[in-house]
Every structure is written in structure tokens, then in C-alpha cells.
């Protein structure tokens, strides 16, 4: 019989990782039993992750997180557990170091001062990394006393959900959603600028700054991936999971509208907007609509690369085709896709009509944590969507 000491006792627990640069990533973690095994949630505001892959070793854990090829691996001991967060897929050895108390439920202080500052609203923000580079964001928060929650829009994606709190002046918010790990940090300078830190990861660091702005915007979506000139069609050859070749233009796809969506199973924007499309082409696939899922990985090999996108399939319950493309370096994913002028996020999108060309591509993706954003994002997609399906074969 298993030493309870030994195994995830069923509740909350606090985890917190260290970054290099001595600053903690928390997040919840909360286990349950069902159908006699551990099962844990990462709990990120209102978002829970179900982790279902957990296997004891000895006196150790190993969590597989989600659909990344990623895993804590920790002891544990009691009501503490200490070990590494994992990710199997980078070039470089990747581990952050994490510990983990059980029964704590605050994710930054238990007892933090008063709110001395509003963050709640828009704000128009700049990152900045080390390298004298910058890009643009809007951040979106949300504050009830101590208590926040919000997110970062970027042309590229979203931050996903973040929580934390505000002590006194200073707001901190953090998510962990089994790939990435971020800490955002931020005080004000006046009434309406913020500076701040973003932490994220084993290493990664930026700085940003925040000016108040509830008319604050953001390059279109729609706008920064186009076609090159002479192109108005689409053109690609890629196998599907079972190694057989499929080409845009099969005759499963003649006639039809076709959503193509440039995704990986390691880009967790990618998996939110999978679980809009699945429900999507189900309810609508009668209507004459295909969606192709083109599937850019963290390895070359095709036995690899097919894995990884089998267990999002598996995972996620995906029943439109998802082909091998590539690698998810984003100038070889262009490569791939001549017609494009660029690829400039995973996810990107690209609406096809019956008549074989290309409509309408939008870059990146707001998720279900932006709010208002991301329902915006549906009313435009069904929008262009049943224009699409209206037009004569």
C-alpha cells in the first residue's frame, strides 16, 4: 500500500515557480479524486485546466500537463511537494524549479494591505525587451478591493487569463496554463501611467509602461497577413496524422467554404481557438464548410510531429483534419505557404470561399479570458462565415 505521505492529498495547493531573477510564479493548483485516481486543475481566475495524466514514482510525481509535451515533476512529501517544471521540446534544456504547499489558497499574500490605487479599465501599453525591442499591447483589468483579474491583447494573441491581487499600490498578476508561466508586476506614476515587469518562464523578461486609455486599439487582425501579389488562391500538399497526403485542392473541399487555420499544439492561443472551431464545423458542417488544422510543431520528425497533434486530437475530440506542415519556426511556416506575405502568429486564419479564394486572414487570436474581445471575435467569425455559406456553389 502507497504511503500517504507520498501521494497529492486532495485540495488546494499553492505552487509557486522561481524564475531566475528570484521572483515567484504562482498559481493554484487544485487535486481531486475521481474514479480512484488523482486528478488536478490549474485555476486561473475563472479558467480550470484539467491535468489527468498523474503518475506516482516511488516517493515522486510526474504531472503530465494537458496536451504539452511538458511535466512537473516533483517529491512529495506530506503536505509539500518540491520539484521541477519540465518542457521536453525546447532545443535547450528547459526546468524551472517549484515548490508547492498544500492548504494555502492565496496566490500572492494571505493578508495584503488595502487597495490603495484603482487598476481597473483599459490601458494602452508598450513592452520593451533587453534587446531594444518593443510591441504593443492593451491591457484589460479588473478590480474588486484587493482582488484582480485581466489580461494582455497583443497582435499576435493574448496573455490568457491572469490573476492576482493589488497591496497597497502595487499590482501583481500571474497565470500558468501547463506551458507558459508569466508574473506581471506594475505600481503607477501618477494618476493615469503605470511602469512595470513581466517575468515569464525559466528566464524571460520585459518591461512595460501603461497610459490610461479606454479608446486604446490595436492593428486589425484582419489586416496584417495578406497574399502576396498574383496570388488570390491557396495552394498546399501536407500529410495528414496517418501519413497520407491531402491538398487543398481534393475533392472533399471543391465547392466548399474552408476555414485553414495555421495552428501547434504547443501555442496554447492555438488550443483556445480549437475549442471554438470544434463546436463550430460540428454544428455546421452540413452547411457545405470544411476547417484544416495545419499543424506547425517543435520537431521535424514527422513520427514526433503527428504524435503531438494525435494527442490534441484525442484530447480535445477534433473531427476535422489536421495535417503535418511543418516546424513552428514562423519564416519556415511561410515557406510553406508562398502565397502568404508573411506568417506573423500561430494561430492564423484564413477563410476560403466556395469558389477557392482566400477572403479574409486574420492573425492571432482573443480568447475566452479578453471577455468582450473574445465575443467580438465570434460575431465577426459568424459573420464573414455565413456571407461565406450564402454565396451560390
Known sequence: ????????????????????EGKEIPFTMEAEAQDGKTVLYLVNGEERILVDDVQQQGDSVKIGLHIFDADLIAKVDGDKMAGRFVKNDTPEPYSVPFTAEHGSKHRFTTDPAPATFDFGGKWEVVFSDREGGSYKAIGVFEQQGNQATGTFLTET???????????????????????????????????????????SGMKGYESWTAKRNPNAQLASADTLTYLNPGFETLSFTFPNLEGKNVSLSDEKYKGKVV????????????????????????ENKDRGMEVIGLGFERSAEFEKAAARLQKMKDRLGINYDLLVAGTSDKEAAAKALPALNHVLSFPTTIFIGRDGKVRKIHTGFSGPGTGKYYEEFVADFNKTMDELLAENR
Open 259 to 282: 476555414v485553414v487555420q495555421l495552428l501547434g499544439s504547443w501555442c496554447p492561443n492555438c488550443l483556445d481557438e480549437t475549442q471554438f472551431l470544434i463546436p463550430y464545423y460540428n
Open 157 to 199: 494573441g493574448d496573455y490568457r487569463y491572469l490573476e492576482g491581487q493589488v497591496a497597497g499600490n502595487e499590482l501583481k498578476l500571474s497565470t500558468f496554463d501547463g506551458n507558459h508561466a508569466y508574473l506581471f508586476t506594475s505600481k503607477p506614476n501618477g494618476d493615469s501611467t503605470l511602469t512595470g515587469d513581466f517575468y
Open 1 to 20: 500500500m502507497e504511503s500517504t505521505e507520498n501521494t497529492i492529498q486532495t485540495g488546494t495547493w499553492r505552487v509557486a515557480l522561481q524564475h531566475a
